[in-house]
């Protein structure tokens, strides 16, 4: 059985009370706040880790699986990556003209990447999908975008929510369309309707459910027929999957893709990738320009995360590590009774909590992240098995999700869960 520890959250609650005084909503990233874990019993704040290991601001540690939502790949503080970071940070951040790490990290890129006949370099994962939007824009002349589930926060995708709406033009919505990942006959519904219309399609190229057979092939098919472009949005899957992201894994190479989260393993750098001929169409159209693209100290991670990776060997690690915990994850919950599934691929998975009827409700996921964080595992949105977990980490994991499943059916039998609460349940966030 795993300890409860009795931990004191006292720094991480005063610090959110001086944030909410300063910061706009108190943090930078919706999906990092408060809401999104259990108050008053999950940490607020991480102050430093290590391998796969995070301290909060009162010294309580814990096994992280969230890795900083998705782009600690390898590790919290990463040898061959801080290594080559500090390396740089002698030489230098960025200069008044482009540096040469900008060529070499771009080259990897084509190499590695099937749908990188050139590349360009961004911050972030939002600004990769606003740049592949607008390049697909350019190329096709057409204006409207049929989207996934989530593609970042800038404007073109926000249109499509239903929530934080704010400062975004009505207008705008008349050009972004939603479909749910798999079905392909919405995305043919709206290339009838918007016949000659569409620019694009963007989507992740998967997500935690497989896509059906031939979904994505067919997709690629259904894009080209009717003149649009394909995009894949890699941003939590790129590096993760394989060093060429999911479109290497699934063997479908879109038009348009973009990367980032994982690509420098913590540090801020993202990419659009695209076909030759696409990206030399667009260059004397579009523009896409930022300071920060060419930020050195950046594009040495990312150099060093694609040299980590060019063997196979880290990828291999992470998904036998991610399978190794679903295994026995569903073997536990065969074994204790619960309706809990840990699915989606080894090295991206989801949680699926239920009750004994099939009913989805947040104060499920509540409960059991809940009984996870006071035993010391911090959980997320997704679980992304890292580098740096090693088998004691896995283990101590499965010890803590033993006794978690045990407490979560036992809230479920009492037919009151509300009850077993001892935090604030998580509310629906976007982003």
């Known amino acids: 059985m795993a300890e409860i520890l009795n931990r ?4 991480s609650n005063a610090l959110w009370k001086e944030a909410n005084e300063t ?27 290590k391998g796969a290991h995070v301290w909060d601001p009162d010294g309580n540690e814990y096994i992280d699986y969230d890795m900083g939502l998705g782009p600690i790949l390898l590790g919290y503080q990463y040898p061959a990556v801080d290594e080559a970071v500090m390396r740089q940070l002698h030489r230098g951040m960025g200069y008044s003209l482009v540096a040469p790490e900008e060529v070499e990290y771009a080259k990897l890129c084509c190499k590695y990447i099937p749908s990188a006949g050139k590349v360009r370099f961004l911050k972030t994962g939002s600004s990769a999908t606003e740049a592949a939007v607008r390049i697909a824009r350019a190329y096709t002349g057409r204006k409207h975008i049929v989207r996934g589930e989530y593609h970042g926060w800038h404007e073109w995708t926000t249109a499509a929510e239903s929530v934080r709406q704010g400062g975004i033009l009505p207008e705008v919505r008349e050009f972004v369309h939603k479909f749910d990942y798999n079905d392909l006959d919405a995305v043919e519904a709206y290339f009838e309707k918007y016949k000659d219309g569409i620019a694009a399609v963007i989507t992740e190229a998967v997500e935690n459910d497989a896509p059906k057979p031939h979904f994505l092939e067919d997709l690629k098919e259904l894009c080209h027929q009717h003149g649009a472009l394909l995009i894949f949005d890699e941003v939590v899957n790129g590096f993760r999957f394989s060093i060429g992201g999911a479109q290497q894994f699934f063997g479908v190479t879109p038009d348009l893709s973009t990367f980032g989260k994982a690509a420098a393993n913590g540090m801020p750098l993202s990419i659009v990738a695209g076909r030759k001929d696409i990206m030399e169409d667009v260059d004397p159209k579009v523009f896409i320009s930022t300071t920060f693209g060419g930020d050195c100290l950046s594009l040495a991670a ?72 006071k035993r010391g595992v911090l959980l997320g949105w997704n679980i992304f098995p890292c580098y740096s977990h090693t088998q004691e980490d896995l283990d101590f994991t499965l010890n803590v999700f033993e006794d978690a499943m045990k407490v979560y059916r036992e809230a479920l039998k009492s037919g009151h869960p509300e009850t077993y609460m001892e935090g604030t349940p998580l509310k629906i966030v976007l982003g």
Request: charged fraction near 25%.
């Open 23 to 49: 910061i706009l909503s108190g943090c930078q990233l919706y999906s990092k706040g408060p809401e999104t874990h259990i108050q008053g019993v999950s940490p607020i704040y991480i102050d430093h880790g």
């Open 8 to 11: 004191s959250l006292a720094k």
């Open 302 to 373: 990312g150099i060093a995360v694609m040299h980590e990776l060019e063997s196979g060997e880290v990828n291999k690690a992470i998904w036998a590590k991610g399978k190794y915990l679903q295994d026995n994850f569903r073997k536990l919950a065969k074994d204790i009774d619960v309706p809990i599934d840990l699915y989606g691929y080894p090295c991206r998975m989801n949680l699926r909590y239920e009750d004994y009827e099939g009913k989805k409700d947040w104060l499920y996921n509540s409960i059991f992240m809940q009984e996870s964080v």
